[in-house]
């Protein structure tokens, strides 16, 4: 998605969810956004390419991914299957003055967990994967298993240290960030509409020339390429969860010619819209 997202995640007594994601997910090419909670990826089959803000990683099966608070990030799968932990971290705000001390710290980005950690035997590793296990599995006691297995992750990432502070970001990379998304609220309130590169741009304040070389060192993609992607999510959303025909849902979502809808669709699906829904 290329936005600020604003979902439930789980329930309002716990808002923590787990997503499976394979090619029939219709974020199986996790298009760019960000949101307040922090998330955590694990690739369970084949090869993921994750990007987070100025960062990149490859991740592979038992690899984890932390997506801080506020971070752009998107993930892009070859022959993958991974799984995604969303969570609000206020659920986990604690009456000991040092652990809210960090939470608040990480709510505000002024601290930032290891992004990336290679599968391993590691407490860590360890700690992420026993709440991927128990969100998946759901024993009896899962929710009292979880809140304590969060609660010992960050007490790992406190006794070994893998965390940064703010004053190792660069003011330019987070001045970057920002106008990044700048122009990602721009495409998410108006991908119905015809978009031009100017407009993009504009949201951006930038110039369209100088413009589409931020955008594609920031996401690895053209402008052009990113909306049709977000457009694309959205139609499959339409389709799984509407009964408007194929057509209205291209027009709905910004496609002014159903034949280019069909061929992008299928570019980034694989299969036509008509067999995606069927699927």
Request: proline share 4%; charged share 25%; net charge neutral.
């Amino acid at each position: 998605m290329i936005y600020n997202e604003l979902l439930q995640r789980g329930t309002t007594d716990f808002p923590m969810e787990l997503y499976q994601v394979d090619k029939n997910h219709p974020r199986y090419e996790m298009e760019a956004h960000w949101h307040s909670e922090i998330e955590l990826m694990r690739v369970i089959s084949g090869k993921l390419t994750v990007k987070l803000n100025n960062s990149e990683y490859t991740a592979y099966p038992g690899d984890v991914v932390f997506v801080n608070s506020e971070t752009v990030h998107s993930a892009s799968p070859e022959d993958a299957v991974y799984d995604c932990i969303v969570m609000h971290l206020h659920y986990l705000n604690a009456n000991d003055e040092g652990c809210r001390f960090f939470i608040e710290n990480l709510l505000s980005q002024e601290y930032r967990i290891k992004e990336y950690s290679p599968a391993g035997d590691s407490r860590f590793n360890n700690t992420i994967n026993f709440i991927f296990d128990s969100l998946r599995d759901k024993p009896p006691g899962y929710k009292f298993s979880v809140i304590g297995a969060m609660y010992s992750l960050f007490g790992i990432v406190l006794d070994e240290g893998i965390y940064t502070a703010r004053a190792g970001h660069s003011p330019a990379d987070e001045k970057s960030v920002g106008k990044l998304k700048n122009v990602l609220t721009y495409i998410r309130d108006n991908y119905d509409k015809q978009l031009s590169l100017e407009q993009m741009a504009k949201s951006a304040g930038m110039s369209p020339k100088y413009f589409c070389l931020f955008f594609r060192n920031m996401t690895g993609k053209t402008p052009l390429e990113y909306l049709n992607g977000y457009r694309v999510e959205k139609a499959t959303k339409e389709l799984i969860k509407t009964y408007k025909t194929v057509t209205e849902i291209a027009f709905s979502c910004g496609f002014n010619d159903l034949s280019y809808f069909i061929k992008t669709f299928k570019k980034h699906k694989g299969v036509t819209p008509a067999k995606f829904r069927r699927r």
